[in-house]
């Protein structure tokens, strides 16, 4: 499949730029849903929509400019070609960037929520908690633009689902011959379809847990469960299907990010629910705005 899905004279429109384009669209529709069924005024969601995605994007490249894969280009390369940081524009072609990673992108995206929230006068945590749902829908769907860019693929496998891996875009050990000892015709995990179904799952559980218990639900427990929900699928990915990964000792980085992530949730879901006090008239402590 080529990358590219049209030209509009010097701009190539990639599948890769349309399929994140269209996990944020679905991903904050479905938070306005949310945001409606709470009460609140649902544009704000379309408000900050622009803030989140460019703020989250800044954040997921400055992730990856920082990292040393395995594979592939790092910090390494780019304090030497600090130019390629921000390059979007090569052989007189508009190719935007080539490198992001999801947990810079989860933190530029959660400064800017905080900055909608503080200045339109509305409660970060609460706002938060509504967008949660809507980032595991959107990164389920992102990740199929790794499906058509032959990236983020695991070991070769036998199973029946296994993908077939150009040799232009294999690496490190799985090198077709002479450069390497994996045949052209080998197959591989899919791994960016093992965490989108994953990230799918997870969207249906918290839109259960909103339909059924969300009177019993305090601010922070949506983000709380994210925070351990997303972690815990990406620690096993990294771990076993992840070659590429980029590793601090023995462990991937993400999978050290997910540990940290997972207590930070696990804590806070404690503190909502056993170290706070209830407030009068229910569980509950959001408030309408």
Partial sequence: MDPVAFRLGPFAVHWYGIILITGALLGAYLSSRIAQRR????DHIWNMLIVVLVLGIIGARLYHVFSRPATGVGWDYYREHPIE???????????????????????????GVYLYTHFAGLRFLEWVDITAPALLLAQAIGRWGNFVNQELYGPPTTLPWGIHIDCAHRYGDFL????????????????FLYES?????????????IRKWDHRLRTGDLLF???????LGRFWIELFFRPDAWVLGS????SIISII?????????LYNHVLRSKPSGGASDRKVA
């Fill in 39 to 42: 009460g609140h005024n649902p």
């Fill in 85 to 111: 940081i921000i390059r979007i524009w090569r052989d007189g072609q508009f190719v935007g960037f080539s490198g992001l990673g999801i947990y810079g992108g989860f933190i530029g995206g959660l400064i």
């Fill in 176 to 191: 077709c011959p002479p450069q390497g000892t994996v045949g052209p015709n080998a197959l591989f995990h899919p791994t």
């Fill in 197 to 209: 179904l994953w990230n799918l799952i997870g969207v249906a559980i918290l839109i259960l847990v």
């Fill in 225 to 231: 469960s994210y925070l351990i929900y997303y972690p």
């Fill in 251 to 254: 462990l991937p980085t993400a």
């Fill in 261 to 269: 992530s997972v207590i930070i949730g696990i804590l806070g879901l």
